[in-house]
């Protein structure tokens, strides 16, 4: 006898209900796809001891529900960081605390974007932010840049151009510390001309800042938010890349009728409070050490990557020389089809994405992101040597 036919819920979806495409993660020998941090590097002890603390101190409070902002001795901290570091005049009320800064993002966007709206980016973009911005119905513009950010003169076109189509623009978004995918930071005159550019249009810029602590060379550049006085910015930080993606945590900033409309697509409840109190406990301590341990260990991977890139492909590609971050941004030759070899490269052992998956209008298949942090350096010099040897196998530079 047949068994029940299985339930069929093809005529209950909501319109707008997708199904999810993100596979589950896999990593090849050399793993260069996806900016993981060294997990010789977490600290793991010090996070426990900073929860056990934290739990005799406060654990009782995990019998009520969180606040759905999110830990307020935290929310305090993350201020008080911006201040000192970002030169941001904050109060703990402007702060919320989110699940990874993933969160954040797709909080505001959700509270900016009707379907049609356009939004603009980097050419080139963080994939999680691009899939959120599409997801809820955005068309989503990239801007070109060189190694300082914005080309102003392009940024004004594309607003002139949107605005005169009669398109609803709602925010520029930037990763402007070691951008990710391409590398670089945006210069201090880029973000003060990406601030008034952006004012003539009355667009909001929103700022992902969440790489700015892994700088391990060079001069600090203020943060876009701090040159803002009139409420045109939108900030938003993680602990994923200070401390581990799998805590889940990052925050927003953002001025009160912003934080209202995106809080109400916060869902259930406030962010995790286990995570929140080994952190909040964490920091406070710990947490300059850890990040200079972390950035003296990337100086030394990148530099191998480095190495291995000048000695592959010296000549033939160029690419990126971050001062701090996780990625470089490498550009082969006109033609490389980086996108076709992508997934032979992964059987062979060497895992990257290539430009097109970062780009609004899938240029760039001729360009790779690879990424530094995972790694140890030998690693890195050994896996960039693997994948000369793989494109060599394969005939994918143009004669
Ligand atoms: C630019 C940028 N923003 C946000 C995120 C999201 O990170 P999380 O949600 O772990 O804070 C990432 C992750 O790679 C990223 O690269």
């Not at 406070?284 to 990148?302: F, S, T, Y």
């Amino acid at each position: 006898m047949p068994g029940p036919q299985p339930f069929n819920y093809d005529k209950l979806f909501a319109k707008n209900a997708q199904v999810n495409t993100r596979a589950p993660s896999r990593h090849a020998k050399y793993d260069f796809a996806v900016a993981y941090p060294d997990p010789d590097n977490l600290p793991l002890e010090g996070l426990a001891d900073s929860l056990r603390t934290a739990l005799e101190r406060e654990g009782r409070d995990l019998a009520y529900y969180p606040e759905v902002t999110g830990l307020p001795s935290l929310r305090q901290w993350v201020a008080d960081k911006l201040a000192r570091d970002r030169n941001m005049k904050l109060t703990a009320d402007d702060v919320i605390l989110t699940a990874g800064s993933g969160e954040a993002i797709a909080m505001v966007i959700q509270a900016l974007t009707d379907p049609g709206d356009v939004c603009l980016t980097e050419e080139y973009v963080y994939l999680g932010t691009m899939r959120q911005m599409k997801r809820f119905g955005s068309e989503v513009v990239g801007v070109k840049c060189d190694g300082e950010g914005f080309v102003g003169s392009e940024l004004r076109a594309a607003l002139k151009r949107l605005t005169n189509q009669g398109k609803k623009i709602k925010y520029v978004y930037t990763i402007p510390s070691f951008q990710n995918p391409l590398g670089w930071s945006m210069s201090l005159a880029r973000r003060k001309e990406l601030l008034s550019i952006t004012r003539e249009y009355s667009v909001p810029v929103f700022e992902d800042d969440c790489y700015w602590d892994l700088r391990f060379e060079g001069e600090d550049i203020t943060s876009i938010h701090s040159l803002d006085t009139t409420g045109q910015v939108i900030y938003c930080g993680s602990f994923s890349k200070i401390l581990a993606p799998g805590m889940r945590l990052g925050y927003l900033v953002a001025p009160k009728p912003v934080l209202e409309r995106a809080l109400s697509f916060k869902a259930g409840g406030g962010v995790n409070q286990f995570a929140a109190l080994a952190i909040d406990e964490y920091v406070r301590h710990h947490l300059k050490e850890h990040v200079d341990d972390q950035n003296q260990a990337l100086r030394a991977k990148r530099d191998a990557m480095l190495a291995a890139l000048g000695e592959n492909f010296g000549g033939i590609a160029t690419w990126s020389v971050p001062k701090g971050g996780l990625y470089i941004w490498v550009t082969f030759p006109e033609g490389t089809d980086m996108a076709a070899l992508q997934e032979t490269a992964f059987n062979e052992g060497v895992g990257y994405y290539h430009g097109a998956q970062f780009s609004p209008e899938g240029k760039g298949k001729n360009c790779v992101r690879l990424c530094f942090g995972h790694p140890d350096a030998k690693t890195n010099y050994d896996g960039v040597t693997e994948l000369a040897r793989i494109m060599e196998r394969h005939g994918v530079l143009p004669a």
